[in-house]
C-alpha cells in the first residue's frame, strides 16, 4: 500500500486585507482571465498598479468602451459574503494554495475553498467519466476509488451525475474535492447541493468563480483544467467520443498530468472515447494497482516549481510606439498565431509584443489559445 | 482498403512418393516431434538414414525398450486413406507449405490439408477466444471478421465453440482456416463436423495428427502454435485469466507474431485475459482496421527466411564416446538446463552434446521446453 507524504507545498506568500481585495478586482475586472491577471501583476508589479493602469492599456489596445473595473466596494461585499458562508479565499502562493495546480500557467489566482483545505495539499487523483454511467461503470468507480482513497489520495471530481457523484460517494469519507463549474451558491446539478455537504466534512469544494455565478456551458471544460491541475493523474472511466471527460483527458495532457483510462466493449459506445484514449498512450487501468504504480514515482519525485518571471523591465523597454503596436496588430487576425511569429515578422522585442497583446485582450479584442496562440476576437 | 498480395512462397522442394513416406514413417515414429525431426534430418541427411540410425541411438540414450516404430504398411495405409478423402500431405519446404509456419522451429514436417490448399499462400490473421463467449463478444467478432476477410485476409482460427465458431462462420465465403487438435475423422467439437464442411469450400482444414487420432488435452496447446505460426498476427477476443488463447498469444509473442486483443470492462471476466494482454503491450483492437495498419508493414517486408543449417558434418565430429555421453548425461536433471551450459560444463563440441541430447531423446528420457532448454524426464 501506497503512504504518501503531504505534497510540498507552494511558496509561502500572505497577501494583506488590501492585496487580497486588489487581486479579487483585478481577477473580476471585464477581459481578465488568469493568464492576463498573471501577465499584469508581472508587468506592474502588483495587482494595484495593474488597475491603475487598464483604462489606459484597454484604451490603447483600440476597446471600443472601456471594460468594467470591478469596484473596491463589490470586492468588499464579496469577501464579506464568502467568509461569512465559512469559505476560505487562497490566492495564488499562498499556503493552502493547491501546489500542483499553481503550476499551471493559467491557474486562478483566488480560489474559494469550502471544507477543509487540507486535503489539496495531499496527493490527488482525478476520476471523471460520463454523466449517463452505466451500472457496471459506476459499480468499478466504487471500487477504484475505494481503493485509492484506502491507499491515501484524495480524490478529485466534477460533481456531475454519473462518474463524477459515484467517485465523491465512495471517497466522502477518505476526502473528496468537488471542482465547480460555477459559484459556491449556485451548484450545478441542482440535486447535489446534499452531496456537497457531505463532501466538504472530510473534503472540499472549490471554485473560482463568484459565489453567485450561475454555469454557463463553457464554464465547465474551463472548470475542467482544474479537475487535472489539482491532480497528479486523471482517470477517465467511460466517455464517448465526444464528451466532456475528454477535454479533462486533453488538458491533464497540456499540464504533464498523467492519463489513465477504463477499457470497454469495443460494442459500448461509453467505451469509445476511454479506448481511444488507450490507443493514443493513456495507462490502461482495470484495478487501483494501475494508478498506484504509475504514480507512485511522480510522487515521489515531488514538485518541479516553474521557473520564475524576471524582473519587470524598466517600462521604456515594454512600451511600444504607435507604429510599432500597429505594424504588430496588423500581423494580427483570426487565425491563431505564434508569439515567436509575431516577435520575427513585426522585428520587436517580445517584450514589445507581449504589451501590444496584453492591451489587445484588455480591450477585449484579443483570444488566446493553447500552445501560447493568439488570434484577433 | 489493403489488397494484400500473395505471400512468398517456400523454397520450393518436391518430395519423392518414397521419401514422403520415409517423412511419414519418422514423424510418426516413438518420441520424434517436429523439432527431433529437423535434427535428425539434418544430422543423417534424410529420413530415410534417420529411421535406420534410429535404434542405435535410442539404445545409445539409455532407453529402457526401444520404441515402436512407424511400419512402412502403417504409412503406405495412412497415406492411402488421405487421398481417398481427397486431403493433400504437403511437406514443409514444398510449395503450398505455409511460408509463415516454416519458420516456426518446430513446424510439421507434414501437414494434412483438406479443401483449398491456395489459402494458405493468402495473407492470414489468426481470430480466437473464449468458448462461453459472451453475445457481444460473439457480434464483434463476426464484424471484425467481416472486414478482415473483406481487406484480403485470410482468417486462422481454432474450432472451438463461441470466439473461434463465429470467426469461421464470419469468413467462410472470403476464406477460413481450421487448424485441427486431433485427425481430419476426429473433429472436436463434434456438432462442428458441418461447420467444417462449410470451411473447406473457400478455405482449409488442417491437421498435424493422423486421421483418426483422437484430441487429448494436450493436443490443444501443441495445436495452437499452428494457429499463431499460420498467421501474420494474432487477435485474441474475450479471454479470461487463465484461458486457451492466452497460450496462443504467448506462442505467437515468441514466434515473433503481432498480438492483438479487445479490451472489456474491467468487471466482465471474460476480459481479464484481453486487457492483460494490451497491459502487458498487445495492440488494442476496437475495429479492423488497428489490425490491417498494424500488419500492412509486415505484409509488405515479406518474410525472413531462416538461415539454413550447415552442411551435415562427417560422423567422426559428432558421434561421441561412452565418456562424453556419460559426462554430458551427469550434467541432466529434471531441471531445465541450456545447450551452452551443457557444452561448457562438459567441454565438449556443441555438435557432441546435441548428438547425446538427440539419442535421450529418441529414448524418451529428454524434455525440450521454450528457449532451447533441455530436462530429463
Known amino acids: 500500500m501506497l503512504r ?28 481578465i482571465g488568469p493568464r492576463t491577471f498573471r501577465d499584469l501583476v508581472n508587468r506592474y508589479g502588483g495587482a494595484r498598479a495593474a488597475l491603475t493602469a487598464l483604462p489606459g492599456l484597454a484604451r490603447r489596445g483600440g476597446a471600443a468602451r472601456p471594460g468594467r473595473i ?11 459574503a464568502i467568509r461569512a458562508r465559512g469559505i476560505e479565499f487562497v490566492a495564488l502562493g499562498e499556503t493552502g494554495y493547491p501546489a500542483r495546480l499553481a503550476m499551471i500557467d493559467d491557474a486562478p489566482p483566488l480560489l474559494a475553498v469550502r471544507g477543509k483545505s487540507s486535503i489539496l495539499g495531499r496527493p490527488l487523483v482525478a476520476i471523471v467519466g460520463s454523466r449517463n454511467a452505466s451500472a457496471a461503470g459506476s459499480k468499478f468507480t466504487q471500487t477504484l476509488t475505494s481503493d485509492l482513497g484506502a491507499a491515501g489520495f484524495g480524490i478529485v471530481s466534477g460533481l456531475a451525475r454519473g462518474i463524477d457523484a459515484a467517485a465523491h460517494r465512495a471517497s466522502i469519507s477518505t476526502g473528496t474535492v468537488a471542482v465547480l463549474a460555477g459559484g459556491h451558491e449556485r451548484i450545478y446539478p441542482p440535486e447535489h447541493v446534499a452531496l456537497v455537504d457531505e463532501i466538504v466534512v472530510e473534503g472540499a469544494a472549490i471554485s473560482e468563480m463568484p459565489l453567485a455565478w450561475e454555469p454557463r456551458a463553457r464554464d465547465f471544460p474551463r472548470r475542467n483544467r482544474l479537475i487535472s491541475g489539482l491532480a497528479a493523474g486523471v482517470v477517465i472511466v467511460e466517455a464517448a467520443r465526444r464528451s466532456g471527460s475528454l477535454i479533462t483527458a486533453r ?18 459506445p461509453r467505451a469509445e472515447g476511454t479506448n481511444g484514449l488507450i490507443k493514443q498512450g493513456a ?54 498565431a505564434g508569439l515567436d511569429d509575431l516577435v520575427r515578422l513585426s522585428q ?29 476576437v
Chains 1, 2 share one sequence.
Open 283 to 336: 495507462i490502461m487501468v482495470t484495478e487501483a494497482s494501475d494508478v498506484i504504480a504509475a504514480l507512485e514515482p511522480i510522487l515521489g519525485r515531488g514538485l518541479d516549481l516553474p521557473a520564475r518571471e524576471p524582473e519587470p523591465p524598466s517600462s521604456a523597454d515594454v512600451e511600444p510606439g504607435d507604429d510599432e503596436r500597429a505594424r504588430i496588430v496588423s500581423l494580427l487576425s483570426p487565425t491563431p
Open 251 to 268: 488538458m491533464a495532457g497540456e499540464q504533464g498530468r498523467e492519463v489513465f483510462a477504463v477499457p470497454g466493449s469495443p460494442l459500448d
Open 348 to 376: 520587436n522585442t517580445p517584450a514589445i509584443v507581449r504589451t501590444v497583446l496584453l492591451e489587445l485582450e484588455i480591450a477585449g479584442r484579443l483570444e488566446r489559445h493553447g500552445g501560447g496562440l493568439v488570434s484577433l
Open 70 to 80: 470591478y469596484s473596491l466596494d463589490e470586492a468588499r461585499t464579496e469577501l464579506k
Open 4 to 31: 504518501p507524504g503531504d505534497e510540498p507545498g507552494a511558496i509561502a506568500l500572505k497577501l494583506s486585507e488590501e492585496q487580497r481585495l486588489d487581486w479579487l478586482r483585478l481577477i473580476r475586472s471585464d477581459n
